[in-house]
């Protein structure tokens, strides 16, 4: 089954310390990775994606995600955080083939303490 | 920026009735999409659009669910006969393209949570 796993239901840091947020996937063929953030009563927000070439990404608000290809993974990281990235966060993977749909991952809060 | 809308933004109504959630696409888009998220569970799949019928539904989109574009702006999500189990959150979603260009993010609006009492 296709699947998309994000370990930890909560990460905490500090404020300016560097963060990561882990997804692993499980799907067929090449997929194509994403990272939305939702802040509370509000929708799906795009923060990056990941297609082919250069293994890191770079997306909105300062952050970037790492491709792993051998490890099927795709973690979220910034190199400072700040309070206003407290939010959750999910990642997200769109199977290789002739499908359009998303698999998401159940999402990870992420606390910034200032 | 353009952004996806929808209405209402909270649902109240009693099982067995039924429900239309309405939907703004940005408007150069050309896919559509609905994905709901139970309470403290994952966003899931229900379906996608794209030229006038759908393109791909899960399991979860049974009979009870249809979706219509019944004219140039808008997009809904009618569920015929609601259960206590579809109390949800319910995203709309559209992207510029969709099979072909597999990179075209989606663009989220800001959900209707439909509660079924």
Redesign the interface.
């Known amino acids: 089954a296709q699947s998309v796993a994000q370990p930890e239901d909560q990460v905490n840091v500090a404020e300016g310390n560097p963060l990561t947020v882990k997804c692993t996937y499980s799907v067929s063929g090449n997929p ?1 990775l ?1 990272w ?1 953030v939702q802040y509370p ?6 923060l990056l ?1 990941y ?1 082919t070439g250069d293994n890191l990404v770079k997306g909105s608000y300062g952050f970037e995600a790492e491709f792993n290809k051998s490890q099927t993974s795709f973690h979220l990281k910034k190199p400072s955080a700040l309070v206003s990235d407290s939010a959750l966060y ?1 990642c ?1 993977v ?1 199977p290789g083939g ?10 990870t809060l992420l606390a910034v303490q200032p | 920026e353009p952004e ?1 809308t ?1 209405t209402p933004s909270h649902q109240v109504t009693q099982m067995g009735q039924e429900v239309i959630l309405r939907c703004v696409p940005i408007s150069n888009h050309l ?1 559509f ?1 609905w ?1 709901r998220q139970i309470l403290g ?5 229900l379906v ?1 659009f794209y030229n006038n019928e759908i ?2 539904k ?1 399991e979860i989109f049974d009979d009870q669910f249809s979706v219509e574009r019944p004219d140039g702006s808008n997009f809904t999500l009618k569920i015929r006969s609601t259960k206590l189990e579809d109390s949800a959150m319910y ?1 709309c ?1 559209s ?1 510029e393209a ?2 072909i260009l ?2 075209s ?7 209707t949570r439909l509660t079924v009492t």
């Open positions: 194509y994403f939305y009563n509000r929708g799906l927000q795009f994606k297609i999910f997200a769109r002739a499908t359009n749909k998303l698999i998401f991952g159940t999402g | 996806v929808q896919y999409y994905y569970q994952k966003v899931e799949f996608s393109s791909e899960s995203f979603a992207s969709g099979p597999r990179n993010p989606l663009h989220f609006g800001n959900g």
